[in-house]
């Protein structure tokens, strides 16, 4: 069996192609991260293109879960921040392939992009998740507190209403002296 590698992610046609599928298995499969199914491959295409760039320019950071040749999964760690908020990261767009789900990826994702947060100087990681299919327990698993729900925050990729919850969790530096 491949062992898995968690790496971050640069921009090339290859690697646009793996993310925008997963984007898009994700969006089909109901995952609530900010796109309506059905997703067309290019507007997956490029927002992963203009994420990478983002990424290239040190604004977040992509990273991929390798197994072998095969993404198994990808989350985005939001970096940029204005003046006032320059401890904080976000958690965003933690998608693990259907295939390879309950094999702790998302788990190992989560723990990378919270080391890599710790790397850059963050001490306060955020993120939310949708109420109904969200990883609301995985979150709770590593740490995060849940601060509380908006009811009605987004549209579910087949449409209808679902709450958002907001989970925060000190890192780092802040673990330690805040907590």
Do not use: C
């Not at 921040?81 to 788990?107: C, S, W």
């Not at 998740?129 to 925050?153: C, H, Q």
Request: avoid cysteine; aromatic fraction near 6%.
């Amino acid at each position: 069996m491949n062992t898995l590698e968690i790496r971050a992610l640069t921009e090339d046609a290859a690697t646009v192609a793996m993310l925008a599928d997963l984007l898009i298995e994700t969006v089909a499969a109901g995952g609530s991260v900010s796109f309506m199914h059905p997703l067309p491959a290019e507007v997956a295409r490029d927002f992963w293109r203009k994420s990478l760039a983002a990424a290239a320019r040190g604004e977040r950071a992509v990273l991929g879960a390798w197994q072998g040749g095969v993404l198994a999964g990808t989350v985005t760690l939001l970096l940029d921040f204005p003046p006032n908020q320059p401890h904080r990261a976000e958690i965003a767009k933690l998608m693990t392939d259907r295939g390879y789900r309950g094999r702790g990826i998302a788990t190992r994702l989560m723990q990378e992009a919270e080391k890599f947060a710790v790397e850059k100087g963050r001490t306060l990681l955020v993120l939310d998740t949708a109420r109904e299919e969200g990883a609301a327990g995985l979150y709770e698993k590593l740490g995060f507190t849940l601060t509380g729900e908006i009811p009605d925050f987004a549209l579910k990729p087949h449409g209808g209403l679902t709450g958002t919850l907001i989970y925060w969790k000190r890192i780092g530096a802040g673990a330690r002296t805040l907590s």
